[in-house]
């Protein structure tokens, strides 16, 4: 299962050479994932806003690649303290923003989407009255809508930290013996830990 914000938080990952690899790092990266990740929005937003978020040229939205980050950081943070058994990344948490600080920002900006109104012509109906028709507030609010439906779901209780060296990705555990995010980083820890064995024996 993929949420918006879990695919928000997985552009920071390990670049295979010992440091951080940003897939956000240019708007025009940015702009990629925005379009590549349309139906995770929508999902959110629902189809014709979510079309609104995406206009043809995504790269022209200023402010894109600053505004994601921002938030990408508020939900790492929020992941870090919500992974069982309760340990972020070691390679990230010197980064991390402080957790009042990530909920201040996921709430503003899920409160960025609005909130349900009644109106009634014939019969009562609900509506959703979105509060900002700015496409980027509209991406933000998603994100933060996304990260506190995650954060409240079941699904929390399978939220883990890869606990390989350098790794910083958030994975769901799949299954009770699963421990590292892809095969590859069980393999580089295990080819570590025994050359550590040879090395200090």
Avoid at 71 to 87: D, Q, S
Avoid at 93 to 116: F, I
Avoid at 180 to 186: D, M, V
Wanted: one cysteine or more; aromatic letters at 6%; a positive charge.
């Amino acid at each position: 299962m993929t949420t918006l914000a879990f695919a928000l938080a997985a552009t920071i990952k390990h670049d295979g050479h010992g440091g951080i690899a940003d897939l956000l790092s240019t708007q025009e990266e940015a702009a990629a994932w925005l379009i590549e990740h349309d139906q995770l929005i929508a999902q959110v937003l629902g189809a014709d806003l979510g079309r609104f978020v995406l206009p043809n040229r995504a790269e022209t939205l200023p402010n894109l690649r600053e505004d994601l980050v921002r938030i990408r950081g508020a939900v790492r943070a929020l992941f870090a303290r919500a992974v069982a058994p309760g340990e972020p990344s070691t390679a990230d948490a010197a980064r991390l923003m402080s957790l009042q600080d990530a909920l201040r920002m996921v709430n503003r900006a899920a409160d960025r989407l609005g909130t349900t109104h009644l109106e009634w012509a014939d019969e009562p109906v609900k509506r959703w009255a979105y509060r900002t028709e700015d496409p980027i507030e509209l991406l933000v609010g998603a994100v933060g809508r996304s990260a506190i439906d995650f954060l409240v779901s079941p699904d929390r209780a399978r939220l883990r930290a890869c606990p390989a060296a350098r790794c910083v990705k958030y994975f769901l555990q799949d299954d009770p013996r699963q421990t590292w995010c892809s095969p590859a980083c069980g393999n580089r820890e295990r080819v570590n830990r025994h050359y550590r064995k040879r090395t200090s024996g």
